[in-house]
């Protein structure tokens, strides 16, 4: 069964930082196209799409994030990773670490001052 933990949020003061992990099972973790999406309070319908990451580590990022997220991936341990630097309130949301397969339970960021 395929599983997607994530963890890593909080709620933090505009420009502050966080860092999202996601650990995987269930499926070839190193093989697989990894993603992170966020759902924002009254907006949809579905998920807004944040940055992927290829099996060999190429990363695509939306512009809303291109230059203060960069997403990582540790093969070895299963593990996506979201750096977010330079936090907006816009950030705000709760944050999904997608597999080709299904998505987590999401971790929620709130960016306030």
């Known amino acids: 069964e395929v599983h997607l933990v994530e963890s890593g949020g909080g709620m933090v003061q505009p420009g502050g930082s966080l860092r999202l992990s996601c650990v995987a099972s269930?499926?070839?973790?190193?093989?697989?196209?990894m993603r992170w999406v966020r759902q924002a309070p009254g907006k949809g319908p579905g998920p807004e799409w944040v940055s992927s990451v290829h099996p060999d580590g190429t990363a695509f990022y939306a512009n809303s994030v291109k230059g203060r997220f960069t997403i990582s991936r540790d093969n070895a341990k299963n593990t996506l990773h979201l750096q977010m630097n330079n936090l907006k309130p816009e950030d705000t949301a709760l944050y999904y670490c997608?597999?080709?397969?299904?998505r987590g339970q999401g971790t929620q960021v709130t960016v306030s001052s």
């Open positions: 997608a597999s080709p397969y299904n």
């Open positions: 269930g499926f070839t973790f190193s093989s697989a196209e």
